[in-house]
Nanobody, 124 residues
Framework: QVQLVESGGGLVQAGGSLRLSCAAS????????MGWFRQSPGKEREFVAA????????WYADSVKGRFTISRDNAKNTVYLQMNSLKPEDTAVYYC?????????????????WGQGTQVTVSS
């Protein structure tokens, strides 16, 4: 069982930056692929980024590539999402999630554990 708690959301102006954190419970954090998803009102939850067990491989949605960076610190059981050059369309609730296998990373149904989400609002 893994419990995930996101933090770091807030209100920021367009062009600004935020860093989200997701703290995981349990000793097996390093055995999970970690992902970030987001959901805007009226839209389906969408994939943002994912990172492999060791952090050696990362994957991004085209919409955030070059602006967002996912990273992890297995010693701290934490995964991060550094968000730069934020746009109003990045406004959403951001969720972190964990899964065991590194395939179909963009599919939310493949993830085993989810956090409660943190709100990110980007004003124009």
């Amino acid at each position: 069982q893994v419990q995930l708690v996101e933090s770091g959301g807030g209100l920021v102006q367009a062009g600004g930056s935020l860093r989200l954190s997701c703290a995981a419970s349990g000793r097996t954090f390093s055995t999970y692929v970690m992902g970030w998803f987001r959901q805007s009102p009226g839209k389906e939850r969408e994939f943002v980024a994912a990172i492999s067990w060791s952090g050696g491989s990362t994957w991004y949605a085209d919409s955030v590539k070059g602006r967002f960076t996912i990273s992890r610190d297995n010693a701290k059981n934490t995964v991060y999402l550094q968000m730069n050059s934020l746009k109003p369309e990045d406004t959403a609730v951001y969720y972190c999630a964990a899964k065991s296998a590194a395939f179909r990373l963009w599919k939310q149904g493949e993830y085993d554990y989810w956090g409660q989400g943190t709100q990110v609002t980007v004003s124009s």
